[in-house]
């Protein structure tokens, strides 16, 4: 089992470039994550998938849209990168059937990305 | 706003004593609480939950404390070993939403 694998582990954008980082879980887990990690700032939550087909926002969701393609991937895309965006971003799964957040959340290894 | 808040960005213990991290939530919703642990380059694993309805959890040499009424939680460490050394950040949960604190940075010198 590889848990949570994600693409790329690294990327440098220029502003106004878009992107989409790849998120899979092999763990037949319902619900999927998209966090940001910025220093002294903790985890954030981007969007969450609580199944295949629906996404919803969560704490900081702008300048992002997500696809959840089948149960094992949901992806990530920025459409115009801006400087505000460099950061590092983390995928988690859990089995959560209602989306919800108590069940244990298992972590990618994150993609760390830049824009200039 | 910070709804979750660790105000040690960073902790130094000796290797066979106690650490003990804390952390703060204002939001009143919350209802389930969780510990993960990062090391650098990987992603956070989970470490050990608290539910709202309980004051005390144990797991091996690591245990969560919740204070309700203060809104604190707190994760002991007994006895903290070198492989500890890692960044731990505690988690706030409610049906719709999660939110983390900023991280504590601790450090287990042999």
């Known amino acids: 089992n590889a848990g949570v694998t994600q693409t790329p582990k690294f990327q440098v954008l220029k502003t106004g470039q878009s992107m989409t980082l790849q998120c899979a879980q092999d763990?037949?887990?319902?619900?999927m994550y998209w966090y940001r990690q910025d220093p002294g700032m903790g985890l954030r939550l981007i969007y969450y998938?609580?199944?295949?087909?629906?996404?919803d926002k969560g704490e900081v969701p702008n300048g992002y849209n997500v696809s959840r393609l089948n149960k094992r991937e949901f992806s990530l895309r920025l459409e115009s990168a801006a400087p505000s965006q460099t950061s590092v971003y983390f995928c988690?799964?859990?089995?959560?059937?209602?989306?919800?957040?108590?069940?244990?959340?298992?972590f990618g290894p994150g993609t760390r990305l830049t824009v200039l | 706003d910070q709804q979750v808040k660790q105000n040690s960005p960073s902790l130094s213990v000796q290797e066979g004593r106690i650490s003990i991290l804390n952390c703060d939530y204002t939001?009143?919703?919350?209802?389930?609480f969780l510990w993960y642990k990062k090391y650098p380059a990987e992603g956070p694993t989970f470490l050990i939950s608290?539910?709202?309805?309980?004051d005390k959890n144990e797991d091996g040499r690591f245990t969560v404390f919740l204070n309700k009424s203060a809104k604190h939680l707190s994760l002991h460490i007994v006895p903290s070993q070198p492989g500890d050394s890692a960044v731990y950040f505690c988690?706030?949960?409610?049906?719709?939403?999660?939110?983390f604190g900023a991280g504590t940075r601790l450090t287990v010198k042999p």
């Open positions: 988690a799964s859990s089995e959560s059937v209602a989306g919800g957040f108590t069940d244990t959340q298992y």
């Open positions: 763990m037949n887990h319902n619900s």
């Open positions: 998938s609580a199944s295949e087909g629906t996404t």
């Open positions: 939001n009143s919703m919350f209802d389930y």
């Open positions: 608290i539910s709202s309805i309980k």
């Open positions: 988690a706030a949960s409610d049906l719709n939403d999660m939110r």
